[in-house]
C-alpha cells in the first residue's frame, strides 16, 4: 500500500492493517485530515475485525450508544485519489468522507457480511465532487450514503450488494 502526499512517499505499511478486536468504539485505523493532493493506493486491505462489535452494537435502538470506529476517515482532504484499496469488516462506516473536495474512488473493495450493522460502504457528508467508480461494495448497510450538504457526485460502474443501495439522508 502506498500513500503519496505532494509527490512524496509519506507511509508504507505492510499492505494490511488491523484494528485490535478491544478497540470496539472511537478512533480509525486511517485518518487522514486537512490534506491536498493525496493519493491512496497499492492493493492493501484495512480490516477491522467487526465481528464481536456488530453483535454488540445497539445504535439502532439505544440513543446513548457509543459511535464504533470508522476504517478510513478522511475530513478536509481535496484533489484525492484512493485507488486499489480493501476496507474489509469495519465496526462502523467503512469509509467516511467530510468536507472534501474532488475526492476520487476507483477499483475500490469494500466487503462486510449482510448482517453486519451500521457498516455503510462509503459515507459522504459536506462534500463536493466525489466520484466512486468501478467500486464493489457490499455491507450490512448502505453501500454509499450521501449526507447534508453534497453535491456533483458521480457514481459508475459500482457493484452493490449485500446493502440497501445507495441512500440519501438518514432516518
Known amino acids: 500500500m502506498h500513500v503519496h502526499h505532494?509527490?512524496?512517499?509519506?507511509?508504507?505499511?505492510?499492505?494490511?492493517l488491523q484494528k485490535t478486536p478491544?478497540?470496539?468504539?472511537?478512533?480509525y485505523l486511517g485518518w487522514f485530515s486537512i490534506l491536498r493532493r493525496l493519493t491512496l493506493s497499492g492493493g492493501g486491505t484495512f480490516?477491522?475485525?467487526?465481528?464481536?462489535?456488530?453483535?454488540?452494537n445497539d445504535c439502532n435502538t439505544n440513543k446513548n450508544c457509543k459511535s464504533r470506529v470508522v476504517n478510513i476517515r478522511f475530513d478536509f482532504v481535496n484533489d484525492t485519489i484512493i485507488?486499489?484499496?480493501?476496507?474489509?469488516?469495519s465496526k462502523n462506516f467503512h469509509f467516511?468522507?467530510?468536507?472534501?473536495?474532488?475526492?476520487?474512488?476507483?477499483?475500490?473493495?469494500?466487503?462486510?457480511?449482510?448482517?453486519?450493522?451500521?457498516?455503510?460502504?462509503?459515507?459522504?457528508?459536506?462534500?463536493?465532487?466525489?466520484t466512486v467508480a468501478n467500486t464493489s461494495i457490499g455491507t450490512g448497510d448502505d453501500c454509499i450514503s450521501i449526507g447534508d450538504v453534497t453535491s456533483q457526485l458521480i457514481f459508475t460502474n459500482?457493484?452493490?450488494?449485500?446493502?440497501?443501495?445507495?441512500s440519501i439522508g438518514s432516518l
Open 96 to 130: 467516511n468522507v467530510f468536507a472534501c473536495y474532488n475526492v476520487t474512488f476507483q477499483h475500490a473493495t469494500i466487503t462486510a457480511p449482510g448482517e453486519s450493522v451500521n457498516t455503510d460502504g462509503i459515507h459522504i457528508a459536506r462534500s463536493t465532487m466525489v
Open 6 to 16: 505532494h509527490g512524496r512517499v509519506k507511509f508504507f505499511p505492510s499492505g494490511w
Open 158 to 166: 459500482v457493484t452493490c450488494g449485500p446493502g440497501h443501495g445507495i
Open 47 to 56: 480490516d477491522g475485525r467487526g465481528a464481536l462489535s456488530w453483535k454488540q
Open 83 to 89: 485507488q486499489d484499496i480493501t476496507s474489509l469488516d
Open 22 to 27: 478491544a478497540s470496539l468504539v472511537t478512533g
